[in-house]
């Protein structure tokens, strides 16, 4: 992987929702894709305040994508999956990041979340919140890179995926600049 910064995503058009979708079917097991991605894609790119950063290989192929939401704007909807979530106006809610697996242990997976800090720090959100997914070791990668994290609670069954996810909150201030972690190692 060459040194290509990721890109917050400001414009887009029926191609860049095609490369998403097609990133999608590539980066996540059948049972923890979205029902419709056309659809879930371009209300991503459509909501006012979300942040989506991709990052492209050499070759301009799409190789990586994060997607986050003001908390506030999905807290409604995820609290079916999870009671306890809270509205919080000043918390970013990571909604997915998605590798293609031939490019994982790339740091991909890091260099998004360099940039989505960065943009965060910048539109004034002060935490992150996620649901990190355990079968990938998402939820270890998070613990590694962001210095306050809480891991408040385990949801056996996030989504109805039968998976495990770790919601966890954490400052936005990034701590893995220098350092690569197991998760980038093995994944």
Same mark, same amino acid.
């Given at each position: 992987?060459? @040194?290509?910064?990721?890109?917050?995503?400001?414009?887009?058009?029926?191609?860049?929702?095609?490369?998403?979708?097609?990133?999608?079917?590539?980066?996540?097991?059948?049972?923890?894709?979205?029902?419709?991605?056309?659809?879930?894609?371009?209300?991503?790119?459509?909501?006012?305040?979300?942040?989506?950063?991709?990052?492209?290989?050499?070759?301009?192929?799409?190789?990586?994508?994060?997607?986050?939401?003001?908390?506030?704007?999905?807290?409604?909807?995820?609290?079916?999956?999870?009671?306890?979530?809270?509205?919080?106006?000043?918390?970013?809610?990571?909604?997915?990041?998605?590798?293609?697996?031939?490019?994982?242990?790339?740091?991909?997976?890091?260099?998004?979340?360099?940039?989505?800090?960065?943009?965060?720090?910048?539109?004034?959100?002060?935490?992150? @919140?996620?649901?990190?997914?355990?079968?990938?070791?998402?939820?270890?990668?998070?613990?590694?890179?962001?210095?306050?994290?809480?891991?408040?609670?385990?949801?056996?069954?996030?989504?109805?995926?039968?998976?495990?996810?770790?919601?966890?909150?954490?400052?936005?201030?990034?701590?893995?600049?220098?350092?690569?972690?197991?998760?980038?190692?093995?994944?």
């Amino acid at each position: 992987m060459s @040194s290509l910064n990721p890109e917050i995503i400001a414009k887009w058009d029926e191609r860049l929702v095609d490369e998403l979708v097609e990133l999608h079917s590539f980066s996540f097991p059948a049972h923890m894709q979205v029902s419709n991605p056309n659809e879930y894609f371009m209300d991503g790119l459509r909501e006012d305040g979300t942040i989506n950063i991709v990052l492209r290989s050499e070759v301009n192929r799409m190789v990586g994508h994060l997607l986050a939401y003001p908390q506030s704007s999905v807290f409604a909807e995820l609290r079916q999956w999870d009671p306890a979530m809270e509205d919080d106006s000043s918390g970013l809610y990571l909604e997915m990041i998605q590798v293609l697996p031939e490019q994982r242990g790339k740091r991909i997976a890091k260099r998004l979340f360099e940039r989505m800090a960065l943009e965060a720090e910048k539109r004034g959100f002060k935490k992150l @919140s996620m649901h990190a997914r355990k079968a990938n070791r998402m939820d270890e990668m998070i613990r590694t890179l962001f210095p306050e994290n809480r891991f408040l609670r385990t949801i056996e069954n996030w989504l109805g995926t039968g998976e495990p996810f770790e919601y966890i909150e954490t400052t936005i201030l990034f701590n893995g600049l220098n350092r690569e972690t197991e998760y980038e190692k093995g994944s």
